[in-house]
């Protein structure tokens, strides 16, 4: 019998049904035959016969029983609209809804989604920081020198500053890092510079660079103060935190990332979460540089405490609370710590008062930077 | 219909002998699809969005099934895992290339500050190559009649193709994007397969531009008075929906659509109106929790919102996040049923067919597609539903 119209007659035959044979798309008027199998006849002649422990559940429209079969092409399927037949084969087929996950499936998925974020979490925390130490120093020096170049020519485009050198004033500064760097045991290979920047910051690159901004000069009193926040960031070089600080937030960014399943790691969440847990990191990477420059200024017979004094006069003053996000350690600590550990001077002063007037003026005469305001893209102000 | 919520019992009364003759009908009922969103966003939440597979998967499920095309519904046969899977072996690629990226970037920064910026036309090519092969992916998941679509082509020309037209748009401010669309839609339809029908794409670019071009010289208007920005984009996407139905063949068969223009406009301000009120809600919520914990840290309120402390507190980072999540959460609900479903329904309501005897018995063809531009799709942020 060959039925090419797909609409079944008026008064549908018993255990009536459509089936599709899963190699053609046509449309089989059928009538089931409840055996010890399931027999799909149409009009005499049998087109399968499936096994009711074969037999699976295939999604549906409401109001329809689908049917495929484990032994049948893999898109066979039955298709039982009659209330009463669909209710006959349910109570047949064991394993009806075999393929179907469940609730069970459901807690598989959570079960282990949590696991996999605990332990993306414990890898941030703990793990991370033991590698990113282990690391750091087997990364070779000319790469992190070209990492420095990298960060040097943005930094330079992002806050639009160039490099003061007014020769009176390059002169002191010269004077003034290498005793610092010959104190703290360093090379020449270390490279540093002012830059016309209005902002009162200083910061360390990868690769031995340290860059002053004049808006810090500007703030500065003496010479100490400029030499221990000089020291502080020597100190990042020798323990090459920008390296690992790098290596660290790079794969933490990435874990972080991988756990919202954003592999470029931009969402807001991801953002935030990453800065309480790298900024723990870098508190932790401050103090250590803190304690370098203390000891250094110690080395030269200068007191440390007019560093940490700079630092109040900048920051101003910081309420005490849970400063967890901050990535550095509270002024007001540090002063305290420099205090603490403070010696009275019993070297000669590091700059004369001369030396000292044109390191301040060493922006003189690029009437341009001064005066410029602060950038659109502020950075933290406090990368001391 | 979600596989869980589906009770392992007999299907619901309605059974009355065969379902009337109209070319295309919808038979789910938004409540349940509302259902289904909602406990998806919820295992989202708790799974830290890897529950994303399997959502996406039971709205397929639950759209294809009952999408009714000439009587017979069509069914979704992609599950989760697949998904999964092709996530993490797209991870497994995207990783080194990232890096590769990155020290490229180096590379070209080492010359001239933010001169790796280009580089990101590479991500744009790979991503095109993500949306050719998830759509296969789709395709081949696709059944109806007992025989699946299937798609041949190639990922990658496809990939370049686009590429081109993309940088063609750039030069032309986009005016060529409706001949950019007919030409990549050609290609795709040209290599799409339902059985041994093999499918091809009559829509021309220049009836979309007929059709559209008026839209592209608001656009720039629409960018200033932002409130006339959904009304622009609403009828381009109707407009872009009924060309593209319209144009869609597969053998015999040839698809056609009557939607009108500003047949999606309600739907996108639905979304806008659900979005400004989870957005006061979310804002009222933000500030109940900042005077919560102001209160508890003991100090006056006053004093607290001037202190930076405000935004260093772990409680109240805590709570912000958490009410971030869920107000995430609940406007990708609102957007699944609005743009997915309440979309779908009223571009089928739209679609005519002819010529289906052509599709009375065609015979099973094609192999299955793997999942691996799916994930791509989704590590990239590109990819549809």
Redesign the interface.
């Known amino acids: 019998m060959d039925s090419?119209a797909?609409?079944?007659s008026?008064t549908?035959p018993a255990n009536a049904a459509?089936y599709?044979?899963?190699?053609?798309?046509?449309?089989r008027a059928v009538t089931l035959h409840f055996s010890d199998r399931l027999e799909i006849v149409e009009g005499e002649q049998t087109l399968a016969v499936w096994d009711y422990a074969d037999i699976r559940?295939?999604?549906?429209?409401?109001?329809?029983?689908?049917l495929g079969c484990l032994t049948a092409?893999a898109?066979?399927?039955l298709?039982v609209?009659?209330?009463a037949v669909?209710?006959e084969l349910?109570s047949r087929c064991a394993n009806?809804?075999e393929n179907?996950?469940?609730?069970r499936?459901?807690a598989v998925?959570?079960g282990?989604?949590?696991a996999?974020?605990v332990s993306i979490v414990a890898v941030v925390l703990f793990g991370l920081p033991l590698i990113a130490d282990r690391l750091a120093p087997l990364v070779p020096e000319a790469f992190e020198r070209?990492?420095g170049?990298?960060a040097d020519?943005?930094i330079?485009?992002m806050f639009d500053a160039k490099v003061c050198d007014n020769a009176a004033g390059q002169k002191a500064f010269v004077k003034l890092v290498t005793s610092i760097r010959e104190s703290a045991g360093m090379d020449t290979s270390v490279q540093s510079g002012v830059l016309s920047s209005s902002l009162p910051n200083a910061f360390a690159l990868p690769g031995g660079r340290v860059y002053l901004f004049n808006g810090l000069l500007a703030k500065a009193e003496n010479a100490d103060e400029i030499a221990g926040v000089l020291a502080h960031e020597l100190g990042h070089l020798k323990h090459r935190d920008s390296m690992r600080g790098l290596i660290r937030d790079g794969s933490t960014s990435f874990l972080i990332g991988?756990?919202?399943?954003?592999?470029?790691g931009s969402s807001?969440?991801i953002f935030?979460?990453r800065t309480?847990v790298t900024s723990s990191h870098s508190r932790e990477a401050e103090t250590n540089a803190d304690g370098f420059a203390i000891d250094v200024m110690h080395r030269l017979g200068r007191p440390a405490k007019p560093t940490g004094e700079l630092l109040l006069r900048v920051t101003g003053k910081?309420?005490k609370?849970?400063?967890?996000?901050?990535t550095h350690p509270l002024s007001e600590d540090r002063l305290t710590r420099m205090s603490r550990e403070d010696r009275s001077a019993s070297g000669p002063p590091l700059l004369t008062s001369e030396e000292w007037r044109a390191l301040k003026s060493i922006c003189d005469g690029k009437p341009d930077s001064a005066k410029k305001p602060d950038s659109a893209k502020k950075p933290d102000p406090a990368k001391i | 219909m979600n596989e869980m919520s589906w009770p392992p019992q007999v299907p619901p009364p309605p059974p009355s002998s065969v379902p009337p003759p109209m070319p295309v009908a919808f038979s789910g009922k938004r409540g349940e699809f509302f259902e289904l969103a909602k406990r998806g966003a919820a295992l989202e939440l708790v799974t830290l969005g890897f529950y994303r597979f399997w959502l996406l998967t039971d709205i397929r499920r639950h759209l294809w099934s009952n999408t009714l095309v000439d009587g017979d519904a069509a069914e979704y046969t992609g599950r989760g895992k697949e998904l999964l899977i092709g996530f993490l072996v797209a991870l497994a690629i995207l990783v080194p290339i990232y890096l590769g990226y990155f020290l490229i970037g180096l590379e070209a920064e080492h010359y001239q500050a933010f001169a790796s910026i280009p580089l990101i036309a590479f991500f744009y090519l790979f991503g095109q190559f993500a949306i050719f092969r998830a759509r296969r992916y789709r395709m081949t998941r696709t059944v109806w009649r007992g025989v699946r679509f299937w798609m041949t082509g190639s990922g990658w020309i496809y990939a370049l193709q686009a590429s081109l037209w993309g940088l063609l748009m750039i030069l032309t401010l986009g005016l060529v994007l409706p001949w950019r669309a007919a030409a990549l839609e050609r290609y795709k339809m040209r290599h799409s397969h339902y059985g041994d029908l093999q499918g091809s794409f009559e829509g021309r670019g220049w009836e979309f531009f007929k059709r559209g071009w008026w839209l592209w010289l608001l656009t720039p208007i629409a960018l200033y008075i932002i409130p006339i920005a959904p009304f622009v984009y609403a009828g381009y996407k109707a407009i872009e929906w009924r060309w593209w139905l319209s144009g869609v063949r597969f053998g015999g068969v040839r698809l056609e659509s009557s939607l009108p223009k500003s047949a999606l406009i309600g739907l996108y301000w639905k979304v806008i109106g659900w979005m400004t009120l989870l957005g006061l809600v979310f804002a009222v919520y933000l500030a109940l929790c900042a005077v919560l914990v102001a209160s508890m840290s003991g100090e006056g309120l006053t004093e607290f919102f001037k202190t930076p402390e405000l935004m260093r507190s772990i409680p109240l980072l805590v709570l912000l996040g958490l009410g971030y999540l869920v107000f995430a959460l609940a406007l990708n609900v609102v957007i699944r049923v609005y743009l997915t479903r309440d979309l779908w329904v009223i571009v089928l309501g739209s679609v005519n067919i002819s010529g289906i005897e052509a599709a009375a018995n065609v015979a099973a063809r094609g192999d299955l597609a793997n999942a691996l531009g799916e994930g791509f799709a989704d590590g990239l942020d590109v990819g549809g539903f």
Do not use: C, H, Y
């Open positions: 090419d797909p609409e079944i008026k549908p459509a599709f044979d899963g190699t053609s798309s046509r449309r559940r295939a999604d549906s429209p409401s109001g329809m029983l689908r092409p898109l066979a399927r298709e609209r009659d209330n669909a209710t349910v009806l809804d179907t996950p469940g609730r499936g459901v998925i959570v282990w989604s949590i996999a974020a070209r990492l170049d990298v020519s943005q330079k485009t991988l756990l919202f399943g954003d592999i470029t807001a969440l935030g979460s309480l910081e309420s609370g849970l400063s967890i996000i901050s």
